[in-house]
């Protein structure tokens, strides 16, 4: 069984990625991930079948899926070349305008370079390229101890959580002076 990383570990992956479809070309076991234009062709029967999960090519118009955004339990989106950042937007619009609470896993060319900007982004599961170390990639969600701006990972800016901080009475510069 292939492994990903999810929320911070090393996990079997449980779900079949299912790249391209026919009619009748679906697998019978569960869970599956299907293409977004399966998603829209079979819309009801896949709903039906129980735990399916949709993935999204870079250049796909998602937004009509918004309406079935709460009933999803997992949303691929594809990276199929590293350099390709759609994707990023795709996540972060999936997590903070539309709310979507349930998996956000990465696939495709996905490389450890990209693992803490892709948390950044909402994403919380990473199909890292099969010719990659895993446990490497993992070490890639620490690359950075902390981030300047808001994100889906860290809604407030490190200056508002700056402020929000409890402050000390005297700065440790003023104690040092006494």
């Excluded at 979507?100 to 803490?116: C, M, S």
Aim: aromatic letters at 8%; one cysteine or more; proline letters at 8%.
């Amino acid at each position: 069984m292939p492994r990903l990383i999810k929320d911070g570990a090393i996990v079997e992956d449980r779900w079949t990625l299912v790249r391209e479809t026919g009619p009748g070309t679906l697998p019978a076991e569960l869970p599956l991930i299907v293409p977004l234009a399966s998603w829209n062709a079979q819309r009801d029967a896949l709903r039906a079948r129980g735990e399916v999960g949709v993935w999204l090519p870079p250049e796909a118009d998602w937004e009509p899926l918004a309406s079935d955004l709460a009933r999803l339990p997992l949303i691929a989106v594809d990276f199929p070349q590293f350099s390709d950042g759609r994707g990023y937007s795709t996540g972060r619009l999936l997590r903070e305008k539309y709310r979507f609470g349930g998996e956000l896993r990465a696939i495709g060319d996905v490389l450890r370079d990209q693992l803490f900007y892709l948390r950044q982004c909402g994403f919380n599961a990473f199909a890292v390229r099969a010719d990659r170390d895993l446990e490497d990639a993992l070490r890639g969600l620490a690359d950075f101890s902390d981030s300047y701006q808001a994100s889906a990972a860290t809604p407030l800016p490190l200056f508002r959580r700056r402020l929000a901080a409890p402050q000390s009475r005297a700065s440790p510069a003023r104690e040092a002076r006494r």
